[in-house]
């Protein structure tokens, strides 16, 4: 649609920083509402504060992340999800609530943005409701939405065509056999791949080569391997796809051999869905095929999206910025963009927005507590800093620069203890202080190995990695934000979705990164205690083996047929946090995160051709917004030299030089 409105719209910089700022306040409750007053004047005011010209590469660094699971019962023979919410899904109401103020439901129901939302969001339940001609058609409709991260709007139809697609699974189509049977295992049902895929193997158990040239069987034979809980049928799956799409390459037109380039490095199951999301638009796009419907749809929820995180991302910095730990503690990191891509990656949802601020906090003091461990503060220093992990009071005998980092860490607590009672009527602030006092606990060990040039065997180090990590920290105050309370009951099942993808962590991270963001040894590295305990063994291969079977301990919490009493949301971030390692740590050979910098650009800079326009509108107010408040808008841009982190891109920082660590 031709929008010509900006002929007659002179964008004033304060209007539009009000306009947005009106917009996004009291974001937790009323996400959906807020973001779907995304018309073009609202991406003019984002534009203001945002430029995707100024984007600078990111480099180095990261923290954890979580994964995700689903829910189970018995239904026809399987074990099926709740009806209401699939494992990492929140549930979508399509219609706009009235907890906003009638001028502003007044304009948001009017805006452009919102008319396409409602248009594209009825097209599509008007096809999933149409009575194909085969269940395979359906099938491949809900993959489409599944792969664009909008299949949450139509959980009670997704659920009625896996029913009737049951059949599929029995058939002699490898492509329909796969696909049912990936798709199945995604939404909760339990069904067993050995049984399915017997039929495509010879009596040895190894698949026929006939299978060998269907193409687009073994992409999704390729996909469904990668949700393996054990399975010896889905060893051999992934052998099998992996060789044969390989030769197929070179005999591949050009744009169908990238396709499966990225299939196979990207593989669709540990890849981050929002950023498969694009790629998989693409290639909708150049398909002989039309899904208008569901592209149109799967543009308007990206947009809504971005101008929500792009909110939550301003909100991250005046925080920071306020907060003044950068300036007070010099060697600590400064990466604010960075460390909401976490947050934002981890939590799907509109519904999520303040949980993600909050997070990102959560997020920033894991990271600034490592510096003072590692880089600035002394031996008794640290020893003291252990009691102010249980009494604040006790804070008062150390150095300026703690105290302020101690006050600002009890304030996110306790705040977050303040949203969870409201909120949840839970009380979980012994449950937090315990987990900071577990993370200062691995922080001293670290040190103490340090200091004592005492070396660690690989298992014990790998053993505080998990916790240094900072992932169990994180998952602990996510638990409690997302409702759910920590009993003994539950507590094995718990331990183990966060301990997986806290271990695929800090197995990636020690598998180059301490060399590359110039850790010189300070928190040591299992890939070189590996090496040191067996000088003849690959620890690279080694390392990729433990990762791969931590995904696998991980898909069976997440899709086994126990029932899981954790909120799907909550199993949702621990499978968003094992995927965002990856693109956290895949350092290229010019140490740089070619991923991560491009899956930023996309979900936070990314701009529909029609915005342009604005864009350009408003390029002499953005120069002049920038002078007046460099901070606010040009944080990307500024670099400083950091031992973690050599010339990254940080919020709102200037170069410093590092002080040396204290003894």
Request: proline content about 4%.
């Amino acid at each position: 649609m031709q929008d010509t409105s900006h002929n007659h719209v002179k964008p004033q910089k304060n209007v539009y920083i009000y306009i947005l700022c009106h917009i996004f306040t009291h974001s937790r409750s009323s996400s959906l509402l807020r973001t779907l007053y995304a018309s073009r004047l609202v991406m003019a005011a984002a534009h203001a504060c945002f430029s995707f010209s100024s984007f600078a590469p990111l480099l180095h660094s990261a923290l954890p992340v979580a994964r995700s699971g689903g829910q189970s019962g018995r239904n026809s023979g399987f074990f099926r999800p709740s009806p209401v919410i699939y494992p990492g899904r929140e549930p979508v109401s399509h219609e706009l609530s009235d907890d906003f103020d009638f001028q502003t439901l007044f304009f948001l129901k009017r805006s452009l943005l919102y008319v396409q939302y409602r248009e594209s969001l009825l097209n599509v339940q008007a096809l999933l409701h149409q009575h194909p001609k085969s269940n395979k058609g359906m099938l491949s409709t809900v993959d489409h939405l599944k792969r664009l991260c909008i299949d949450h709007y139509f959980q009670d139809e997704i659920d009625n065509i896996m029913e009737s697609s049951v059949d599929l699974l029995h058939g002699d189509d490898l492509l329909d056999a796969t696909l049912s049977l990936r798709l199945m295992r995604e939404v909760g049902y339990y069904v067993s791949a050995d049984d399915v895929l017997q039929k495509f193997t010879n009596d040895n158990g190894d698949f026929n080569l006939r299978h060998s040239k269907d193409l687009r069987g073994l992409l999704s034979l390729h996909d469904m391997s990668h949700l393996n809980m054990g399975e010896a049928s889905l060893y051999k799956a992934k052998e099998f796809s992996s060789k044969h799409l390989k030769f197929s390459l070179k005999y591949l037109e050009p744009n169908l051999a990238r396709y499966v380039m990225k299939s196979l490095d990207h593989p669709y199951h540990v890849s981050l869905k929002q950023y498969k999301a694009r790629h998989h638009l693409s290639y909708l796009q150049n398909l002989p095929t039309m899904h208008t419907a569901i592209e149109k749809l799967a543009l308007v929820e990206f947009q809504m999206k971005k101008l929500q995180h792009q909110s939550g991302m301003q909100e991250v910095k005046r925080w920071w910025v306020d907060l003044g730990l950068s300036q007070e503690i010099p060697a600590a990191r400064d990466q604010v963009l960075k460390w909401y891509m976490w947050s934002m990656t981890i939590l799907e949802g509109f519904s999520f927005s303040r949980y993600r601020v909050d997070a990102t906090k959560v997020i920033s003091m894991v990271y600034i507590v490592d510096d003072i461990f590692d880089l600035v503060a002394t031996q008794e220093e640290l020893s003291l800093s252990l009691m102010s992990a249980y009494y604040l009071a006790a804070a008062e005998s150390l150095p300026s620069y703690m105290i302020s980092c101690y006050k600002a860490l009890y304030t996110i607590t306790n705040d977050i203890v303040d949203m969870v009672i409201k909120e949840r009527g839970l009380n979980p602030i012994n449950h937090l202080k315990q987990a900071w006092a577990t993370l200062f606990d691995g922080f001293m060990i670290e040190g103490k190995w340090l200091s004592t040039n005492q070396v660690p065997t690989s298992e014990d180090y790998l053993r505080n990695g998990v916790i240094t990590s900072g992932a169990p920290l994180l998952f602990m105050h996510l638990l409690f934000m997302l409702g759910h309370d920590l009993t003994e009951d539950n507590n094995d099942h718990i331990l183990r979705v966060i301990s997986c993808p806290a271990k695929i962590m800090r197995l990636w991270d020690n598998m180059g990164s301490a060399k590359d963001e110039l850790q010189e040894g300070l928190d040591g590295s299992y890939k070189d205690l590996y090496q040191r305990e067996n000088p003849h063994a690959d620890a690279e291969k080694h390392m990729l083996d433990m990762i791969a079977g931590e995904w696998e301990d991980l898909n069976r919490e997440c899709f086994s047929q126990t029932k899981s009493t954790l909120p799907p949301s909550f199993i949702g971030a621990s499978l968003n946090f094992a995927r965002m390692v990856s693109i956290m740590y895949g350092y290229d050979d010019e140490q740089r995160l070619p991923a991560l910098e491009d899956y930023t650009r996309m979900l936070l800079f990314w701009i529909m051709h029609a915005t342009v326009v604005y864009e350009k509108k408003i390029g002499p107010v953005y120069e002049e917004n920038q002078t007046q408040n460099h901070t606010n808008i040009a944080f990307w841009q500024t670099t400083h030299t950091h031992p973690h982190d050599p010339e990254i891109p940080l919020t709102g920082s200037t170069s410093r030089t590092m002080p040396p660590r204290g003894t």
